[in-house]
């Protein structure tokens, strides 16, 4: 949810923040721009739509500098336009800021600003930076001192790096949205999400809210709002450089989907319920001490979106075991704070780990004493440094929007976690032993899939409804929102015994039902399946081998495994299906209109 990149050192700076963009696109694709430090001042190219667009306009310029800063935009304040896409600058053209997150009070800012003579040329919260910088250079003060005074007049979140004339220095905070820093052999790295610059280091500062951070190419230091020094520890992250490229595939989804095995092998083996305590941001060391699940009676999930579903799957499989669980999505838990227990375990499910919506409702659960567990992708996330405790799915960089294999490695995560907190000694270890067949058999599923072949058949279709029960109804749910965002047809998810009471009226001739066949409920299924296919519309069933009826028109085989896991691998032929009718329909895969990955503004 806008990316912002930032470089120093000796490397060409206008291609490293060029390429810090490619890679930090999927956090929006309204417009991108760029700010470079030179001689003369900053040069300054923005232009609306994709990255694409902006180096088209930078092919016919000038354009460089020896520092520079980057964004990559998902519009809040204004609409995608040349106008908004930041940088934006001061009156003299000599401060260049970039942003993420919302300036809560920029109205009162901004008119107090043009009160007193500074011109905007932006409906952005964003513009009131610069010119609040400028104000303070004004009055004499240093840039360092300028840029923290202005801090302290912000309200709000933002992530925000700065360029300006006459030094190579870029300063930059954080308060609520993401930044980490890379320190490379080249030089430093500034950026909102690692994969903006892993091609060039691993070594990484994630800094914490409040940070400001001095980048320049001789040193950097971190230090709060008053100047005083932070000592924030250089980390070195696992991801390698390939994980964030395509790597041969037309999109990071469909690479994403096939990564699919790797990820599942590495969320299980090892992994003795083994994680992390993180410690100061710091990378996994200690193992997730039973102590800290001792007295938990019961569980609260609080997720958005695919993690959503993936925890109302984990909520069943906590209940299998008798354990309570209840998931709640994350701006409903804010909106409407449900009752908590002392004995109430507190688990955000988030792949960024800086899903705003999941980040409030988990500070609201620690304000209430809450114990709290993140289960996340990203080791020096804000979840995972906020919570009590982190594990780390370990599914690699996931580029695409739409979440694909994070939703599987989040799957076999909450396993695990149910199968340690059960009462059963010996369930830890068989859940794993299952686990652990599963990348031949979604190897299997990615080779034999008939997803495509079913893709052409219905690609056309009015509607299309997924339904399941029990394990299965989070994986239509899931079936259906990957569906609406990549290909923008009309779907919708409904647990199978609810068609009957309302939905099965929009069910005709035109609207194929998918119908999710695992778990224990697969003879349940079949009057569901009788009531579709009564009504004369395609009915087709994902599940294993012995799972169709008479009256089925389609069959997506699944290799037969537990039937608690076996909606992991109906959900990865769900993802071809997606995947392939939003080929078919030539919508941009892994950039949907309107989305961007990690939503990082409530
Ligand atoms: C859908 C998708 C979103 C995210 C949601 C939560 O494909 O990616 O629905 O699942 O925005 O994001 P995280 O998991 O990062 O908190």
Not at 13 to 25: H, M, P, Q
Not at 195 to 205: G, K, N, Q, R, Y
Not at 285 to 313: K, R
Not at 576 to 599: M, Q, T
Request: hydrophobic share 35%.
């Amino acid at each position: 949810m806008c990316g912002i990149i930032g470089y120093v050192g000796g490397q060409n700076v206008l291609d490293t923040l060029l390429t810090g963009l490619d890679n930090l696109e999927y956090r929006g694709y309204d417009s991108a721009g760029v700010a470079l430090r030179n001689d003369e001042g900053v040069d300054l190219v923005k232009r609306e739509g994709e990255v694409s667009a902006l180096k088209a306009a930078i092919s016919s310029l000038d354009v460089n500098g020896s520092s520079g800063i980057g964004h990559t935009r998902w519009s809040t304040h204004g609409e995608p336009s040349d106008a908004n896409a930041h940088p934006h600058t001061d009156c003299s053209n000599e401060v260049a800021v970039v942003h993420n997150g919302i300036i809560d009070n920029y109205s009162e800012l901004r008119e107090r600003l043009s009160a007193s003579g500074h011109e905007f040329t932006s409906e952005t919260d964003s513009e009131v930076i610069p010119h609040l910088v400028e104000e303070h250079l004004s009055a004499g003060k240093s840039p360092e001192k300028a840029f923290a005074e202005t801090l302290k007049t912000l309200e709000g979140s933002y992530a925000i790096a700065m360029v300006i004339s006459g030094e190579d220095t870029i300063y930059a905070a954080r308060s609520g949205s993401p930044l980490v820093v890379g320190i490379g052999e080249e030089g430093y790295y500034l950026a909102s999400d690692v994969p903006a610059f892993l091609e060039f280091t691993e070594d990484v500062i994630y800094l914490e809210d409040g940070d400001i951070v001095i980048l320049s190419d001789s040193g950097y230091k971190t230090i709060d709002e008053n100047g005083a020094p932070v000592s924030r520890s250089v980390e070195t992250v696992e991801w390698s450089p390939e994980g964030a490229e395509k790597g041969g595939f037309d999109h990071y989804m469909l690479k994403e989907i096939h990564e699919q095995p790797t990820a599942l092998e590495r969320a299980t083996r090892g992994r003795a319920l083994t994680d992390a305590r993180m410690t100061d941001g710091g990378a996994a060391t200690n193992e997730l001490d039973p102590s800290f699940i001792e007295d938990i009676e019961s569980v609260q999930f609080i997720a958005c979106g695919t993690s959503y579903h993936a925890a109302l799957y984990g909520e069943q499989l906590l209940a299998e075991r008798g354990i309570k669980a209840r998931t709640t999505l994350a701006s409903e838990f804010v909106a409407s704070p449900p009752p908590l227990h002392d004995d109430t375990l507190v688990i955000g499910v988030t792949q960024s780990g800086e899903t705003a919506d999941t980040l409030e409702a988990l500070r609201e659960a620690s304000s209430r004493g809450m114990k709290t567990l993140a289960i996340t992708n990203v080791i020096g996330s804000t979840a995972a440094r906020e919570c009590d405790e982190a594990m780390f799915i370990r599914a690699g960089p996931e580029i695409g929007v739409a979440a694909t294999k994070t939703f599987s490695s989040q799957v076999t995560t909450l396993a695990q976690f149910a199968a340690f907190v059960s009462d059963d000694p010996d369930d830890l270890s068989s859940v794993q032993a299952e686990l652990s067949s599963l990348p031949d058999k979604i190897q299997q599923i990615l080779n034999d899939s008939q997803a495509a072949a079913l893709a052409h058949k219905y690609c056309d279709a009015e509607s299309f409804f997924f339904v399941g029960r029990g394990t299965g109804h989070p994986v239509a749910l899931e079936g259906a929102l990957k569906l609406k965002e990549i290909s923008y047809e009309h779907a919708e998810g409904f647990p199978a015994g609810e068609l009957k009471h309302g939905p099965l009226a929009l069910v005709t001739p035109d609207t194929p039902v998918f119908a999710i066949n695992t778990g224990e409920n697969v003879d349940r299924m079949r009057g569901t399946i009788r009531e579709v296919a009564a009504r004369g519309a395609p009915v087709v069933v994902i599940g294993e081998e012995s799972t169709t009826f008479d009256e089925v028109t389609d069959h997506l085989v699944i290799p037969s495994t537990s039937p608690e896991l076996a909606g992991i691998l109906a959900n990865v032929q769900l993802q071809l299906l997606s995947y392939h009718i939003a080929s078919l329909l030539e919508r941009p895969i892994d950039k949907p209109r309107n989305l961007a990955k990690s939503v990082t503004v409530e």
